[in-house]
Structure formats: structure tokens, C-alpha cells
């Protein structure tokens, strides 16, 4: 039992995946959509994770395999398996955008808190320590990853939510007057834009093969993880509204958080929101090369990768996989723009969601899941793709014509590994 999880570390796992650099970058964007209303923002977001979280939990104690998304669409569509082996391949190249984005912060955040700020070369080398450590760390085993992941986000919960209340002492009612300015619509489409922040949850359904009595600890640390990290975003959404005007959250953007932090703590407001956000994208590259590295080889094990790829050593560590996914990340890093391919990883996880819970409706018997749940979960997850395809288009087509690029090469790639394995 010694290389297995218990709820401890699987909840460290999605606490960790979950609170990644998103916090620190979409709560500038989510008050720019829904004003004086935004806390409402990630109670619907959290809302959104919960219903999502459902169907990911029925079907990981039905189908305890490492694969995940990839392996409920293989039992819910077994006569069109194109559908499963497309979306394995989509769902992991999210996973190495998101490892990408994580260590592109880190590497931005560190290089500000050594006075490097500007210096792209101490960035891209923090960058890749970062992704070098955590994969050392992955390649010891299931243990240490997890052991690993209790430290880094029992520190970064600690001071994020002590920020978070102490912040609650400061704030300014007026603020929040009138609380719907924009509009109770924008509440619902900022909440489409701040899913990100909350998609991580999912790599806990990667680990059920090591997880210790999956059948009660899965769900558990799935409904836990998105609970507590919706508390820690509504308490620090509450103090950076309640301390800053409007005008100083849209200027500070990404750094609001940090400038919440000034008129209490000076400073060191700024070096403990540093602290905070390395801790966050630390146990957010860990958490996910965790995850990610077994879907990938649990799906290679079908030949829908590379077989290599399925390889694993006497620990049941995929090697191979860790390997792959920290190769591509580090490469993606070198690129320093990383806009597109962060919100193609976005919508991908907003689709792969809506997939899951279309497979739970099919597959409910064999799962026990209540159908009404399913379908108000279908009925989220449409409405907030719908909001975050229209958001784009309005706002945004270049970044939405470069998430069709990313998806046309991928589907390039995906048919040529195919045709060759045919032949």
C-alpha cells in the first residue's frame, strides 16, 4: 500500500491542478465581463465543476482505468472509436499547453520576484527548472509525487486563503454598489470565460488504478477539491473587489491580486502573491504531469499513440509519457506567446466536459447515475461552450481562428498516425 493515494493526496492532486496561474490572470478578465457581481462569477464556476465533477466520478469507479476521458467515450461509443482515439489526442495536447502556461508563469513570476522582470532568458530558464523538477520528482514515484503535492499546496491553500480573510477586514461596501452594474447576464458568460480556473479536478480520475479504495476516495476528493478551491477563489475575489475600484483591478490585470495586497501589507503584499502564484503553477505542473503522463499511456496501450509510450517500469511509472509531455511543454515554452494555445486547451476541456457527461447519459445504468443530474450537467456545460465560442467571436476572432488551426493540426497529425498504422 505503500505506492498507493489516499483522499489526502488525491485532493492535494486536484486542489493543486486546479489552482494553477489561472487565479492570478482571469480575475481581472472575469470583473471586466461582470463588475461588482464577479464573486458570483466563481460560484458559478464552481457550480459548473461540481456537475461536471459528478460524471467524472460515476464513471471513474465504474471504469477504473488510468484513461479517463478517453476510456468512458471507448465504452459509451465502442462502434465508432475515431470519436475516443480524437478526443485522447485533443485532451493531451491540451495537457501540454496547460504545463506550458504553468511554467511560463512560474518563470514570469520568479524572474519578477528576483528583480528580472524584463529578462526573458532568466524567465525561460526558471521555466524549465521548474518543469525539470517536478519531472525528477514524478520519475521517483507515485509516492513522492504525492507526498510532494500535500507540501506544495498545504503552503499555497495557507496563504491564499490567509490573504484572502485578512483582506476581508479592508474592504469598501460601496464597491459592491450596485451589485449587478453590468447586468446578471455577464455573470453568466464570465463565468463560461473563468471555467480554466477550475479544470484540473479531472486528473484525479487519472490516478484511480494507484488510488487506495477508489470507490469512496474518487468522488470524494473530486466534490473536495472543487469545493474548496470555489472557497478560496470567492474569499480572494471578495477582498481584491472590496480593496481596489474597478479602474485599479483593469489596470493592475493579472497582478491584482498582488495589488490588493499593497495598502495592507506594502511590500510584502507583492512577494506573498509571488510566493503564492509560484506555489500554485509548482503544484500545478506537478499535479498534471502526474495525470496527464498515465492517460497518455493508458491510451497508447490501444495504439492510438505511439506503443512506447504505454511503457512502464516495475514503480508503474510511464516514463516514456513523462518524458514526451515535458519535451513538448519545454518547447512550447520557448515560444513565449502562449495565448492561443492556452485558450484552445480552454475550450478543449469545456468540450472533453460536455463529452463525459453526453457518455454518462449513455452509459447511467451501468453507472447508477441519476439522470436529471446528468442532463442539468449537459445542459451547463452546452450553455457555457455556446458563451465562450460567442465571447471569442466577438471579442476575440484571431484567438478563435488559431484555436481552429491548433484543432486542424492536431486532426492532421491524428489521421496521419493513423493511416501509417493501417499500413
Known amino acids: 500500500m505503500s505506492d498507493k493515494l ?16 489561472g487565479i492570478f490572470s482571469v480575475m481581472g478578465l472575469a470583473n ?73 508563469t512560474f518563470g514570469a513570476y520568479g524572474a519578477a520576484a528576483l528583480g528580472y522582470a524584463d529578462n526573458p532568458l532568466v524567465r525561460t530558464l526558471l521555466a524549465f527548472a521548474i518543469l525539470s523538477l517536478f519531472l525528477w520528482i514524478n520519475l521517483q514515484g507515485v509516492r513522492e509525487a504525492g507526498e510532494s503535492e500535500d507540501v ?42 473563468v471555467f480554466v480556473a477550475f ?47 474597478f479602474e485599479e483591478i483593469q489596470s493592475a490585470k493579472e497582478y491584482a491580486i498582488a495589488e490588493a495586497l499593497k495598502p495592507i501589507f506594502g511590500h510584502w503584499g507583492f512577494v506573498l502573491a509571488s510566493l503564492a502564484a509560484l506555489l500554485a503553477t509548482s503544484s500545478a505542473i506537478n499535479g ?6 498515465r492517460m497518455l499511456a493508458d491510451i497508447a496501450q490501444d495504439g492510438i499513440f505511439p ?60 453507472t447508477g447515475s441519476n439522470p436529471l443530474v446528468i442532463l442539468t450537467s449537459i445542459g451547463l456545460m452546452a450553455a457555457t461552450v455556446g458563451l465562450m465560442l460567442w465571447y471569442l467571436y466577438d471579442n476575440d476572432p484571431k484567438t478563435l481562428t488559431d484555436i481552429g488551426l491548433v484543432y486542424l493540426l492536431v486532426a492532421i497529425l491524428f489521421f496521419i498516425f493513423r493511416s501509417t498504422k493501417r499500413h
Open 32 to 104: 471586466a465581463v461582470a463588475g461588482h457581481a464577479t464573486i458570483f462569477v466563481f460560484l458559478m464556476g464552481g457550480l459548473i465543476a461540481l456537475f461536471a465533477g459528478y460524471n467524472y466520478a460515476r464513471l471513474a469507479v465504474t471504469y477504473r482505468q488510468d484513461g479517463a476521458s478517453y476510456t468512458y467515450l471507448q465504452h459509451a461509443f465502442p462502434e465508432n472509436p475515431m470519436i475516443a482515439a480524437f478526443v485522447g489526442w485533443s485532451v493531451i495536447v491540451g495537457y501540454i499547453g496547460t504545463l506550458a502556461l504553468y511554467a511560463y
Open 6 to 21: 489516499g483522499l489526502k493526496e488525491l485532493v492535494a492532486i486536484g486542489i493543486g491542478s486546479m489552482i494553477g496561474g
Open 307 to 366: 506503443s512506447i509510450l504505454a511503457r512502464r517500469n516495475h514503480r508503474m511509472i510511464p516514463y516514456y509519457s513523462l518524458l514526451l509531455m515535458f519535451t513538448l511543454s519545454s518547447i512550447f515554452v520557448l515560444f513565449g506567446a502562449l495565448e492561443s494555445i492556452v485558450a484552445f486547451s480552454s475550450i478543449t476541456f469545456l468540450l472533453v466536459s460536455l463529452a463525459v457527461a453526453i457518455a454518462n447519459l449513455i452509459l447511467r445504468k451501468k
Open 288 to 293: 498534471t504531469l502526474f495525470g496527464a503522463s
Open 152 to 193: 506544495i499546496v498545504f503552503f499555497k491553500v495557507a496563504i491564499m486563503m490567509t490573504l484572502g480573510v485578512v483582506g476581508l477586514f479592508y474592504i469598501e461596501p460601496a464597491h459592491f454598489q450596485p451589485l449587478f452594474d453590468k447586468g446578471f447576464p455577464s455573470v453568466l458568460l464570465s463565468g463560461a470565460l
Open 199 to 245: 479544470e484540473g479536478f479531472q486528473l484525479i480520475t487519472n490516478a484511480v488504478v494507484e488510488t487506495d479504495d477508489p470507490v469512496k476516495n474518487t468522488p470524494r476528493a473530486i466534490y473536495l477539491s472543487i469545493v474548496i478551491v470555489t472557497l478560496i477563489y470567492v474569499t480572494l475575489a471578495l477582498s481584491v473587489l472590496g480593496i481596489l475600484t
